[in-house]
């Protein structure tokens, strides 16, 4: 910032804890000369990211953004779009990052309902989008800024070179809102999860303690970083890393950045990893780098996670959380073990910040082994959902953030995913749970992946129903896949429609959309 820019006015209590701009600060101090993100075709030194921030936050304040204001984002695996993220957050604005495969309107709805004071586009990949938002925002009256010359709004990069240089300040406090995360919107409007700096710096400190990353981290960010792969590049910065960010999930190019940079740990989402392991090129490439492979975002079948053990070793370690609280337990890389099937199948055990409890429909705690929703509260639980007090209210019934996971909880205390409570079946009475039946269909030698879900039935209410992804050149039957099934789990959780696709529609979470499958399905 240049002199004469605002302060905060106040004074910290000595107990106050650090702000994400005072972490983000002091981690691109320590190491200026090293490589902070690299990309194909270029890179970024932590001096060169911390004057950027810098620089963007004297422009982001000059165009009018202030402290308790919105920015949102939308583009791909960036370095700058993230510098610009950071710039907001020390000015002590909060960023929300648009869902880079959301609906026009979606995204529309969570401008006006963030109430967002401006919006940066990265316009090479969101140049089409860009230009329709752009056209809509002029008549709301929200700015709109991309990160190179373009047709449809000025160069926010150009303004903040052309501004005589700024100084990294961080005005934000503790207490300010950092993060305005919003819900993939598979059962209805997006909500928007409020944070503060407490939850995200608590999360940083999550990561660091618990995820195992590298000493060094050299980390492919593919996964998009305006969600979860987002939340791993401050601590590796902190650890003195590198981010090499890549945009869009294409196996040949991941394989060529970990073989190329020896990268050392990634995050991908389930249909990501079973893309790699259906892939020529991850069989003969050099991948031996790999240290850690961190997975979330959807259920995974514990087949192909097994495959997935047996082709990179030992590296898999599974963080599991939602918008609301992230994360809420870890299954480490040790307990990855194929001749434990009890271990592979869970989603670990909860982290030291989050105290969780799995309670029945009158808010009663069940017995270890039993099924109940999964409530949880902690340091990075989200404050409320923006604009909607009363849904806030049921979700936080008893002092406890209600998931809407149904889960079990063993003896020795690894959390076990039953299934989502909207996406439990019931069928002539009794209960089905879809992750289950996924589960076992992903057991036949042919299925590379599928989803389950509910059906209207006259008869039992509601038929099994799943939609399948057979791998490459494999073929099967519904019925063989129905009797697959049968034989493992009964007749009641066998599949009675069984549609096959090329590929599972995903939310911009990365999470199967079964809402689409359940309204694109046609009983003729």
């Keep these: ?292 492979i961190l997975y979330g975002a959807a259920p995974i079948s514990p087949t192909r996670l097994a495959e997935g053990l047996d082709r990179f070793g030992p590296v898999f370690a599974q963080m599991f959380g939602q918008t609301e609280c992230y994360p809420i337990s870890f299954l480490r890389t040790a307990d990855h073990r194929v001749d434990r099937p009890d271990l592979l199948g869970s989603c670990g055990v909860p982290v030291a910040g989050a105290s969780v409890s799995i309670r029945d429909d009158d808010g009663v705690p069940v017995p270890p082994g039993e099924p109940g929703e999964l409530c949880v509260r902690g340091a990075t639980a989200m404050e409320a959902y923006r604009n909607q007090p009363d849904l806030t209210a049921r979700v936080f019934a008893d002092g406890w953030l209600h998931t809407g996971d149904i889960a079990r909880a063993d003896d020795r205390g690894y959390l076990h995913i039953v299934d989502r409570k909207k996406d439990m079946i019931v069928s002539g009475g009794f209960n089905v749970y879809s992750r289950g039946v996924e589960d076992a269909l992903s057991t036949h030698p042919a299925v590379a992946t599928a989803a389950v879900y509910g059906t209207p039935d006259p008869r039992w209410g509601e038929s099994v129903t799943a939609t399948v992804v057979l791998k490459p050149g494999a073929t099967a039957s519904a019925d063989e896949l129905a009797g697959h099934v049968r034989g493992v789990k009964g007749s009641l959780q066998a599949p009675k429609r069984v549609v096959f696709a090329d590929r599972l529609p995903l939310t911009a979470l990365g999470k199967v959309d079964k809402r689409r499958l359940r309204a694109d399905w046609d009983p003729a």
């Design 1 to 292: 910032m240049t002199a004469g820019n605002p302060t905060t006015g106040s004074t910290p209590h000595p107990q106050s804890g650090p702000t994400v701009g005072t972490l983000t600060e002091r981690a691109l101090r320590r190491h200026p000369n090293r490589v902070a993100f690299s990309w194909d075709g270029g890179e970024l030194t932590y001096r060169g990211a911390l004057a950027l921030i810098g620089e963007l936050q004297a422009a982001l304040h000059a165009v009018g953004l202030r402290r308790g204001r919105t920015l949102a984002l939308l583009g791909g695996n960036r370095a700058q779009l993230w510098c610009a993220g950071s710039a907001a957050i020390a000015l002590g604005s909060a960023v929300t990052w648009l869902h880079p495969l959301g609906s026009l309107d979606d995204q529309l709805f969570q401008l006006t309902d963030a109430d967002a004071a401006a919006l940066v586009v990265d316009e090479r990949t969101f140049g089409d989008r860009g230009a329709q938002l752009a056209s809509r925002c002029a008549d709301l009256g929200i700015p709109v800024y991309a990160l190179d010359a373009c047709s449809f709004a000025p160069d926010l990069l150009s303004i903040a070179r052309s501004g005589g240089g700024g100084h990294f300040t961080d005005l934000a406090e503790p207490t300010d809102v950092v993060n305005i995360g919003y819900t993939g919107g598979t059962t209805g409007r997006p909500k928007g999860a409020i944070r503060r700096h407490g939850a995200n710096v608590a999360l940083l400190q999550t990561v660091l303690a618990e995820f195992e990353l590298p000493a060094t981290p050299r980390l492919l960010a593919v996964a998009p970083i305006s969600h979860a792969g987002g939340s791993k590049i401050l601590p590796t910065l902190v650890r003195g890393g590198t981010v090499h960010l890549v945009t869009g999930f294409d196996p040949d190019r991941v394989v060529t950045a970990i073989a190329r940079h020896r990268l050392n740990c990634t995050l991908l989402v389930p249909s990501m990893i079973y893309q790699l392991l259906d892939h020529p090129a991850a069989t003969r490439t050099d991948l031996s780098s790999l240290e850690l």
